[in-house]
């Protein structure tokens, strides 16, 4: 089905990077710390990155260039909006200025293009034969409109050691040129590896790598995947003799650890007619993926005669879109339409004139429009925490630090959980006083870690709701809250039926015992804020059939591949950071396996053998059709039943929707551990209690044994 | 076959460590740098390491207890010459002095014995029954003769929790106590992993590793590999259920990795009756094993009663006993020969006043002492060099810097070196100057490098003994080599014959060109101090038939485990460490294929293509029944053509014998590589040539891709 669209360059969203420095201390549990929502450097030891994104593609600086989004999508500010188009002839002389023009009238965004003569063979002291002088274009055009395409012919694991030594001269050569046509362009696309074996070719990129300092390299990998080779869609692997299996992640892989992991290196996918697996394709989600390049061979014919994608390419596509990946259209036009004449699209009228005739490909185009338009636009919470993406929060430490009274008005603004909250309290006021005591029984509550009060007011709205009648501690240590506190009872008329206490919860001496002990201690890993311990101290003044909300929370995790988290923890070159867990909203994240239950706490514990020490094996199957990936660590999550059927957490299969006040966990590995096809992960959790300090250990022991992690808990603890 | 063996008990030598400190910038090629014979910290930037034997065991400080070897060996000053026993039972009360006696008396030198009651489980507020009161025996007793037996009930990894934290709680118990007993004792032996995966034990064994200074721990392991398991022998690890395939080195592997190659982590491998394959067993050689504890089990016994060894246990405790490995008695008696009513021993008589009974196990160390006796004297250039073994050192760098004269006169003092430059000469000459025409034609010879004489009288001699006309031009760029080379000419009256130039020979503007052009300017890697830069400056003033002395050289590695050099490198705390070479005198290292060719050069070579740069890929196939392994980097030798068939070098299958002038080279990995069973190790160098230096990089690309190492020579080059 084809529809009506309407492209409207728009002006370009940035935002400055100058004023964004982030404390390297910055701690929250989500969008809980005191982020100003437009604080984006995403590795405090970095310089600022040049896009906004969060991982978007950012080889163009601001300029005053109009830009062609696909459309506008409410909150989406990543550079998936723009789509580019590979040039594939050597435009000689002045042509590239024409190509360029015809290309940005009919809406593409920038070019893929080639910068040499893709015949010339270097020759000692011959004059570079460039795409044309660097005048041609102005230094904003260079800059914001042209991804650099090194020649593809050069062949730097070639047995030909003449070939060899061409290809190493002319990739440096067109580096120094690329680097020399502007200091702001950003990005060049390196060829695909001719071989399987890319040791020479990574180790010339390598020694670029070292010598860049704002350019990127993407490395053109095609997406394929095979068990039986689809001999008709191998092209770009023409010169591999023995691909029996390709998987072309592999190939990416050896790449990238030999260049250990630069940070300045991509990938740009080229997208094929066959595309393997949903679950291979998934690995690609965690890694750097700057560019989508689609071929038109790609492409289906509707029953009008345009090009379509099938709805596995679509999903495809979405699912770049949704990772910051931008497109550039690639190839022959193999669908010849005349939009103008159908009169079906009513495109910008400043570009109309400009083009006489319309770009061949311009119909592709118009398809990644209607797909990109096509897409719900992001949630309003998305909108909210899209620049915490990827961004790496150590966890709060409430126990040692007083939240500051940000945090407080975060979490409180949190209504799906108070609700919850007050769910649970509801069942278990009307399980402890039947109907007909209600006129004779006050419970007795107590809100341990009472915080502002919402959990005071969670508790009184219960009792009302439920006709019970209520007595409530409202227990909290942090003395600027407790001034809150007591001028909301003020202010709400609560004096009668609240008691404020200003102590530690762990060190009370209570005047009596509580039916009901409430609080809200959960950490993004669940008991990584202390619960238990706390717990601990506080049901002592629980009585022996008292309850408590929560009455049992439990941790989980799963393998992820996070090339972007493991770079920027890797930033700060220490083991420490390594050895840390991180509160980090995912998205450029590959979710390699379901998640698994790690820890799990019941409140009340009156066992005198109670210990909160725990050690826990885990083994994640990936599935089958994934392919190798490499685990770079583990996303943690977590669920608490609060009471009975009412629950509330953030693990992906059962969280609770629209609660925004924790993000996920992450626990890096200090080397990302390579798992081959089929190979089980292992991977083995402490949790370890000391005098002073809790903390995790953790190890991977299958593919292959990792360090121990935190041992003595040295890099990340948390205070008691 | 039993003969007459003497034991006496001598005097312990020892080094004292204090006033050995090395420079951090020592180079040498071979034990050419000023390295006095007594020095032997291996690593800078460590403490001073007790023992002076170059990787021996060191559990024991200097002590004025006699110390009892097994015989004297010349110059073997390492601990393997001790043995101790196991002390199967508890001695309980003051049983340990007692045992303590009489095993000395006995000649074996110390105890392995445990600690702590074996029936002891924790109770909260118990006193820990240890084996004694530490005032039973004297603190230079404890330090030297005993080393603690950690329980072997112990079980860090079983299901039962309780289990599980009873033994950690007993572990840390009987470490804190070794700890207490004295703060010079070294060692404590823990038990063998229960099961396949161990990575609680780990964890725990590495929290303590991390607050221990003086002691090390020996994990012990049962020396098994097995295709097809022999149930008869499956002792240790009979609490492994599915045990098809056992090859215990991966649980070493393992628990090693899970503790980050602590330096302070060690093997004790208990020797069985059945051996694995001779090329599995090599892979131990590699890795920091202390002792060999030999069960009484593993003794054949031989017409006359007494206990002996196969051919293949004995092969293997010579090795052993060469690699600084010593010995540990085990098991109950089988052999009951009254060796003193035989008489067919003299024993001390010192001791033999002293014990009324015969040690059970005596018949067993008699026969160790046998084997330790039986070995041939280590050479004498074994014995210059033991000082050097494991010690790492950096190339020289004979272009940027000059030269120490003490580096001279070692070179010198390498006779075999320049008979074979004098024969290749000889050659040489006879070649250029028929017998026709020796008293009309005068060969013209330059000596590159000619440092003080050694090849300016090698010419010279090889020109008498084959009755041709000479005339030398030394050339030499070291100023003050040149005062020595000036003296020397005279003091033999060459004056007529030789013309000394002192200059740089890549800028040297020769009056006339060379018949002969000799040079030594190879490393221990051939071409690592720039032979091939000097000789392309060389060769503007040799004849275009003239000839080139080296006519050629060629580098070799192959891959070895080294978790010792990898210690010492990994001490650094640096990458750079990991991206240099280091030239070592190789002793506790596993060579696991033989080794390949790198780079080859050839001089003169007048084409005008002619490059110094050099790509090589090798794959090395590891024998089948080696089994998995570790590997820490590649070492590096050289072969260099001098003329025709004279060569020279120190490539393990053709090296010169008793040629001292190179030490092998070592290229480290930074992260050591396992390797599976039957995996090719595929490796990739690189030799690059810049304006100012010349470096190496290398990679791993199988059986999984490593960085590439010293990339743009950040890490390690050699100055031009």
Redesign the interface.
């Known amino acids: 089905v084809l529809v009506l669209i309407s492209i409207h360059p728009g002006k370009k969203e940035r935002i400055k990077n100058k004023k964004q420095k982030r404390s390297q201390t910055e701690r929250g549990r989500g969008r809980s710390s005191s982020l100003p929502t437009k604080t984006l450097n995403p590795s405090p030891t970095k310089p600022p990155p040049p896009s906004s994104s969060g991982g978007g593609a950012s080889h163009r600086q601001p300029t005053h260039q109009a830009k062609m989004p696909l459309g506008q999508r409410a909150g989406d500010k990543s550079d998936s909006r723009y789509c580019g188009v590979e040039v594939l002839d050597f435009p000689a002389g002045d042509g590239l200025p024409a190509v360029l023009t015809h290309s940005l009238s009919s809406a593409f965004d920038f070019l893929l293009a080639p910068l040499v003569d893709p015949d010339y063979r270097p020759t000692p002291g011959a004059v570079l034969p460039v795409a044309a002088s660097d005048l041609v274009l102005s230094p904003s055009q260079w800059s914001s409109h042209i991804v650099g395409k090194i020649s593809e012919w050069i062949d730097l694991d070639s047995e030909d050691?003449q070939l060899?030594?061409d290809s190493e001269l002319t990739l440096k050569q067109e580096i120094a040129w690329a680097t020399h046509l502007s200091l702001q362009l950003q990005a060049c696309v390196i060829p695909p590896p001719k071989r399987s074996?890319c040791?020479?070719y990574?180790?010339v990129v390598?020694?670029i790598l070292?010598g860049l300092t704002n350019m990127q390299l993407w490395l053109r990998i095609p997406l394929e995947k095979s068990e039986s080779m689809d001999e008709d869609h191998d092209k770009v692997n023409n010169n591999n003799p023995t691909s029996e299996t390709v998987d072309s992640w592999e190939w990416w892989?050896?790449f990238r650890?030999?260049?250990?992991h630069s940070s300045q290196l991509y990938v740009a996918l080229d997208i094929l007619s066959s595309l393997p697996s949903m679950n291979s394709l998934g690995r690609w989600f965690g890694e750097p993926v700057r560019a989508a390049i689609l071929q038109t061979d790609a492409f289906l014919t509707n029953a009008r005669g345009y090009p379509c994608l099938s709805k596995r390419h679509q999903t495809l596509l979405t699912g770049f879109f949704n990772h910051s990946v931008q497109v550039i259209i690639s190839g022959r036009s193999n669908h010849n339409v005349s939009q103008v004449s159908e009169g079906v699209l009513s495109r910008d009228e400043n570009h109309t004139e400009d083009t006489p005739t319309q770009h061949a490909l311009s119909p592709y185009l118009d398809y990644m429009a209607y797909l990109y338009q096509r897409m719900d636009p992001l949630p309003e919470q998305e909108r909210f925490e899209i620049n915490y993406r990827d961004f790496l929060q150590s966890p709060l430490q409430p126990l040692m630090d007083n939240l500051e009274a940000q945090t407080y008005e975060t979490f409180e603004k949190d209504t799906v959980k108070y609700t919850q909250y007050q769910r649970a309290i509801a069942k278990a006021l009307v399980d402890k006083v039947s109907d007909d005591e209600v006129s004779t029984t006050r419970t007795v509550l107590m809100v341990v870690g009472a915080g502002r009060g919402p959990l005071v007011r969670a508790s009184l709205q219960a009792a009302e709701e439920t006709g019970r009648m209520l007595k409530v501690y409202a227990v909290e240590k942090n003395p600027n809250a407790v001034i809150t506190l007591h001028s909301l009872i003020k202010l709400e008329g609560w004096e009668s039926m609240v008691t404020i206490i200003s102590s530690d919860m762990r060190c009370w001496d209570a005047p009596e015992k509580a039916d009901i002990l409430v609080s809200e201690l959960l950490g993004s890993f669940g008991d990584n804020e202390l619960s238990p311990e706390c717990l601990d101290g506080a049901q002592r003044f629980l009585k022996p059939d008292g309850i408590s909300i929560p009455s049992s929370y439990t941790s989980f995790i799963q393998p992820v591949t996070a090339s972007k988290l493991h770079n920027d923890i890797k930033a700060h070159k220490d083991i420490a950071h390594f050895e840390t867990a991180y509160v980090v909203k995912l998205h450029r994240v590959a979710r390699l396996a379901p998640p698994q239950e790690v820890f799990s706490f019941a409140h009340p514990n009156f066992s005198p053998k109670a210990?909160n020490?725990r050690?826990t094996?885990l083994q994640f199957e990936l599935p089958q059709d994934t392919g190798s990936c490499l685990v770079h660590g583990f996303a943690g999550y977590f669920d608490a039943v609060l009471y009975k059927d009412v629950h509330l957490g953030i693990e992906p299969n059962t969280c609770t929707p629209n609660m925004f006040s924790w993000f996920p966990i992450f626990f890096p590995l200090r080397?990302p551990i390579?798992v081959p096809s089929e190979s089980p992960i292992?991977v083995?959790f402490?949790r370890c209690c000391g005098a002073t300090k809790v903390w995790y250990?953790w190890?991977l022991?299958a593919p292959?044994?990792?360090?121990?992690h935190n041992?003595?808990g040295?890099s990340y603890w948390v205070g008691l």
């Open positions: 050691e060899r030594l074996t040791a020479n990574a180790r390598n020694n070292q892989n050896s650890l030999l260049c250990e210990t020490q050690y094996k080397k390579y292992e083995h402490w250990e190890a022991v292959s044994p990792s360090p121990i041992s003595n040295r």
